[in-house]
């Protein structure tokens, strides 16, 4: 049976089981890779499946799950621009071509050996950086 005489669908479910980069390269291979490689039902699967919870945390989450036009959208969205989430704590995205969570903590969050001694450890605010909307990202520097 030739390759164009499956039905979309069928295709689309082949390639929600490779990943997101496999899915550029096969859709650059043919025409009928290239029609179902834009399916909702294939970029659903590389979201992460709780990704609703952890949007919720972000004052953005909704009007970005509301505003993307395909889960494709979506996935890259993700992936060039990272969400603040947990009250603007911590900063989530997407690796662009597996897919996998990347979660990026506020240095205020971690337990710090030391962290509120002077002798041993001074935060040091840097303005160009901005984690949270209503402060400024901090960083640690060994004394």
Request: glycine residues 6%; charged residues 25%; hydrophobic residues 40%.
């Amino acid at each position: 049976m030739p390759l164009n005489d499956l039905p979309e669908g069928c295709i689309a479910n082949a390639l929600s089981f490779t990943t997101p980069q496999d899915v550029g390269r096969l859709s650059a291979v043919s025409p009928i890779f290239m029609s179902a490689a834009v399916s909702d039902f294939v970029w659903e699967r590389f979201l992460p499946r709780d990704l609703e919870s952890i949007l919720s945390t972000s004052p953005d989450g909704s009007r970005l799950l509301a505003s993307a036009a395909s889960k494709k959208e979506l996935y890259f969205s993700l992936c060039e621009n990272p969400v603040l989430v947990d009250n603007g704590r911590k900063s989530f995205s997407l690796e662009k071509k597996s897919g996998k969570k990347c979660c990026r903590l506020s240095a205020r969050d971690l337990l710090i050996t030391w962290g509120d001694a002077p002798r041993y450890w001074t935060w040091n605010s840097d303005p160009r950086i901005q984690i949270s909307r209503s402060g400024r990202a901090y960083f640690g520097v060994l004394a």
